[in-house]
Nanobody
Framework: QLHLVESGGGLVQPGGSLRLTCAAS????????MGWYRQPPGKRRELVAT???????NYADSAKGRFTISRDNAKGTIYLQINHLKSEDTAVYYC????????????WGQGTQVTVAS
């Protein structure tokens, strides 16, 4: 079964950087789509970025410029690099995987908290 585990969140000052990591329990070659969502306090979960096995990436408008999604097939991990962090980036960040995209279900990690504050 597919399991996802996020790490790398924490408390960061405005203008700082973080790299979030998501480790998958199966080969990334068996997953058609992976990516990241985030859920700010009191708001709905929103898409941040996606990446395909062929390294095609897509970003939400709010993520373009400061966010970079990448993957390491050998390690079975995807990453989300966030630069120039703003208070508006404070959220729980969730990794997801859709092995049989565009059909089938999404799998979700437990989330990792990112807090941007002075």
């Amino acid at each position: 079964q597919l399991h996802l585990v996020e790490s790398g969140g924490g408390l960061v000052q405005p203008g700082g950087s973080l790299r979030l990591t998501c480790a998958a329990s199966i080969s990334l070659f068996s997953i058609n789509r992976m990516g990241w969502y985030r859920q700010p306090p009191g708001k709905r979960r929103e898409l941040v970025a996606t990446i395909s096995p062929g390294l095609k990436t897509n970003y939400a408008d709010s993520a373009k410029g400061r966010f970079t999604i990448s993957r390491d097939n050998a390690k079975g991990t995807i990453y989300l690099q966030i630069n120039h962090l703003k208070s508006e980036d404070t959220a729980v960040y969730y990794c997801y995987a859709a092995p049989t995209w565009p059909t089938g279900r999404n799998y979700w990690g437990q989330g990792t908290q990112v807090t941007v504050a002075s």
